[in-house]
T-cell receptor, first 115, second 110 residues
């Protein structure tokens, strides 16, 4: 079984400050990890993924995430937050050997960036 | 724009009714996934099709069914609707390791 935890329902940060949205996961094998963002009344937009290789992954809109195998974490980061980053962020995982490739999502974290 | 299209955008219906949600994957993608997003259950995987064949099933109710047609579009059929079926229904198609999501269909059951 695979699972994802996003321990914070909401993260508040001031514009220009760095942001971190936390994610921990559990899979039986090697993980494939993803971050998606959902703006109001919109679908999920793919931000970035970790499949293999470098533990620091860079994605869209200046976001990056760090894979930490020992802590089973995949935290999303951005050096300088923008008000337009305010949205709902989802971390997702699938087991590399999961034939169906279906994703298991965390509960989501609402990011609020204040001017 | 992900390239995945879903219709309709909104659907309002009554309990006991049946509805059909439609999804067209990105050009070239053979896989279609259906997910349900609700306030109490979060985002849950329902079912996956690959090139017309059912590949995997998640937490899909027996009242729900899906199919994928030869042109690769997919339909999710929801019947005997209950108030608790009100949710946002997403489909996604997969390119290698990444799933790309459509804009969703918001279903409201009154």
């Amino acid at each position: 079984a695979q699972s994802v935890a996003q321990p914070e329902d909401q993260v508040n940060v001031a514009e220009g400050n760095p942001l971190t949205v936390k994610c921990t996961y559990s899979v039986s094998g090697n993980p494939y990890l993803f971050w998606y963002v959902q703006y109001p009344n919109r679908g999920l937009q793919f931000l970035l993924k970790y499949i293999t290789g470098d533990n620091l992954v860079k994605g869209s809109y200046g976001f990056e995430a760090e894979f930490n195998k020992s802590q089973t974490s995949f935290h999303l980061k951005k050096p300088s937050a923008l008000v337009s980053d305010s949205a709902l962020y989802f971390c997702a995982v699938r087991d590399k050997d999961n034939a169906g490739n279906m994703l298991t999502f965390g509960g989501g974290t609402r990011l609020m960036v204040k001017p | 724009d992900s390239g995945v299209t879903q219709t309709p955008k909104h659907l309002i219906t009554a309990t006991g009714q049946r509805v059909t949600l439609r999804c067209s994957p990105r050009s070239g993608d053979l896989s279609v996934y259906w997910y349900q997003q609700s306030l109490d259950q979060g985002l849950q995987f329902l079912i996956q099709y690959y090139n017309g064949e059912e590949r995997a099933k998640g937490n899909i109710l027996e009242r729900f069914s899906a199919q994928q047609f030869p042109d690769l579009h997919s339909e999710l059929n929801l019947s005997s609707l209950e108030l608790g079926d009100s949710a946002l229904y997403f489909c996604a198609s997969r390119d290698r390791d990444t799933q790309y999501f459509g804009p969703g269909t918001r279903l409201t059951v009154l």
